[in-house]
T-cell receptor, first 115, second 113 residues
Framework: DVKVTQSSRYLVKRTGEKVFLECVQD?????MFWYRQDPGLGLRLIYF???????EKGDIPEGYSVSREKKERFSLILESASTNQTSMYLC??????????????FGPGTRLLVL | GNSVTQMEGPVTLSEEAFLTINCTYT??????LFWYVQYPGEGLQLLLK?????DKGSNKGFEATYRKETTSFHLEKGSVQVSDSAVYFC????????????FGTGTSLTVIP
């Protein structure tokens, strides 16, 4: 079974702090994604990556950055956390796009509260 | 562009009732269609999928048929259980947009005994 893990289930941070959310997948997937989930808005794509050291902006990249130094790990960084970044953050991974589209596999999510 | 519209919730049903959650899509090419389920406090899990027109995806008693003529992928279950209480997301993905997914806003289902 594909396993996608996220470093924390719950996180509380202060406004202005730098926040790191880590995601690790164990299936050697090329593609990895970060979403945020908010009531009434569904899932919105923040950033995605098709390969190591590669990143692409999604629909709402402002206030976020990402890092993919190893294939299995995709980190989401909030450079200076703000209260409007309080949300559920979901990481996902999938096999490469060629011959796809492929199912995305999700982690359990990190619920972030910014005070 | 690509988008997914699904019925507003929340939906509340009695156990053993029939469930339909409507989903329609807009796509520029030939998408694959998915239903994901999110149980309380968890991430999303794939429930079923269909990759071409007239395909029927099924899993755990849930079914959805890919209808190209009506651009729809409605989720159905003949007899819901309390354990089906969750949020359901319809999604599409197209080859010409890599593996990017487009999700609906989700429909919350509560099944009461």
């Amino acid at each position: 079974d594909v396993k996608v893990t996220q470093s924390s289930r719950y996180l509380v941070k202060r406004t202005g702090e730098k926040v790191f959310l880590e995601c690790v997948q164990d299936m050697d997937h090329e593609n990895m994604f970060w979403y945020r989930q908010d009531p009434g808005l569904g899932l919105r794509l923040i950033y995605f990556s098709y390969d190591v050291k590669m990143k692409e902006k999604g629909d709402i990249p402002e206030g976020y950055s990402v890092s993919r130094e190893k294939k299995e790990r995709f980190s989401l960084i909030l450079e200076s956390a703000s209260t409007n970044q309080t949300s559920m953050y979901l990481c996902a991974s999938s096999p490469p796009g060629q011959g796809g589209p492929w199912t995305q596999y999700f982690g359990p999510g990190t619920r972030l509260l910014v005070l | 562009g690509n988008s997914v519209t699904q019925m507003e919730g929340p939906v509340t049903l009695s156990e053993e009732a029939f469930l339909t959650i409507n989903c329609t899509y807009t796509a520029t090419g030939y998408p694959s269609l998915f239903w994901y389920v999110q149980y309380p406090g968890e991430g999303l899990q794939l429930l079923l999928k269909a990759t071409k027109a007239d395909d029927k995806g099924s899993n755990k008693g849930f079914e959805a048929t890919y209808r190209k003529e009506t651009t729809s992928f409605h989720l159905e279950k003949g007899s819901v259980q309390v354990s089906d209480s969750a949020v359901y997301f319809c999604a599409l993905s197209e080859r010409n947009t890599g593996n990017q997914f487009y999700f609906g806003t989700g429909t919350s289902l509560t099944v009461i005994p």
